[in-house]
């Protein structure tokens, strides 16, 4: 399964919006990772959505690799990832950097905006936070 999910990612992020870099880091396998996806019913090696959970040592949770293969996006999908992954991070923090035009979804999630912003291969990366106290809007 985590090649289907490596093999949607490269599709995406390195093909898709042309930003030739290692996407794989090493923290697939890490036991502290978890992967969540949606796949079509009876096409479980067909990923069309997924995001990656880590957990630091240090507590806090980080959201990171989020991606939607272009056919899946708009339906919803990654409010679904994200009410899942939220679901296991409970009242712990959160953080994730999130492209400029996904700030309002993560909004709705109760992350708000923190720090700087960065461009990454041409496109504007935004830190943004969740505390324990947030609330899905």
Same mark, same amino acid.
């Given at each position: 399964?985590?090649?289907? =999910? !490596?093999? =949607?990612? @490269?599709? $995406? *992020? #390195? @093909?898709?919006? %042309?930003?030739?870099?290692?996407?794989? /880091?090493?923290? /697939?396998? %890490?036991? !502290? +990772?978890r992967h969540y996806w949606l796949a079509p019913p009876g096409a479980i090696e067909d990923p069309q959505a997924t995001l990656r959970l880590l957990e630091p040592a240090d507590g806090q949770f980080r959201i990171d690799r989020v991606c939607t293969a272009p056919q899946a996006r708009g339906i919803g999908g990654m409010r679904r990832l994200l009410e899942a992954a939220l679901g296991e991070v409970g009242d712990a923090?959160? #953080? $994730? /950097? #999130?492209? =400029? /035009?996904c #700030?309002?979804? *993560?909004?709705? *999630?109760? *992350? $708000?905006? %923190?720090? +700087?912003? +960065?461009t990454e291969g041409g496109i504007v990366q935004v830190p943004m936070h969740r505390d324990a106290s947030a609330r899905i809007r």
């Open positions: 399964m985590i090649y289907a =999910l !490596l093999r =949607l990612r @490269v599709a $995406v *992020f #390195v @093909v898709e919006q %042309d930003r030739p870099y290692q996407e794989l /880091d090493g923290r /697939d396998l %890490d036991r !502290l +990772t923090a959160c #953080v $994730v /950097d #999130v492209p =400029l /035009d #700030v309002e979804l *993560f909004g709705a *999630f109760g *992350f $708000v905006a %923190d720090g +700087t912003q +960065t």
